[in-house]
């Protein structure tokens, strides 16, 4: 988990992802259409990645990708990030964690 707490506090936001995860992609896309450059930590093409994956479920990330991360705190996958996204709370995390300006 300490590995992948310092990669999540890189940046404002961090998506770990997949390159071939189809809900990975469909996340970043919501992200960058917002304006918002996320550091995005493919999983697939680390060595380490499954070490993470597995640290990424113990966190409460279910299924493990894509797993976000706003202001070096955990919102969770795909479904946490839409219903945040249409509740229009996603855009204020943003602002709030310095990752979107507007």
Same mark, same amino acid.
């Not at 060595?47 to 994956?53: D, F, L, M, S």
């Given at each position: #988990?300490?590995?992948?707490?310092? +990669?999540?506090?890189?940046? %404002? *936001? *961090?998506?770990?992802?997949?390159?071939?995860?189809? #809900?990975?992609?469909? +996340?970043?896309?919501?992200?960058?259409?917002? &304006?918002?450059? !996320?550091?995005?930590?493919?999983?697939?093409?680390?060595?380490? &990645?499954? $070490?993470? $994956?597995?640290?990424?479920?113990?966190?409460?990330?279910? !299924? %493990? *990708? !894509?797993?976000?991360?706003?202001? &070096?705190?955990? +919102?969770?996958?795909?479904?946490? *990030? #839409?219903?945040?996204?249409?509740?229009?709370?996603?855009?204020?995390?943003?602002?709030? %964690?310095?990752?979107?300006?507007?």
């Amino acid at each position: #988990m300490d590995r992948v707490a310092k +990669i999540s506090s890189q940046k %404002a *936001v *961090v998506i770990f992802s997949k390159s071939t995860c189809c #809900m990975c992609h469909a +996340i970043k896309r919501l992200f960058y259409e917002q &304006g918002v450059s !996320p550091l995005i930590h493919e999983l697939d093409e680390d060595p380490r &990645g499954k $070490e993470i $994956e597995r640290a990424l479920m113990k966190a409460g990330c279910s !299924p %493990a *990708v !894509p797993a976000v991360f706003i202001g &070096g705190r955990l +919102i969770g996958s795909a479904n946490t *990030v #839409m219903t945040l996204q249409l509740d229009g709370s996603l855009k204020q995390m943003l602002k709030d %964690a310095g990752a979107l300006w507007l």
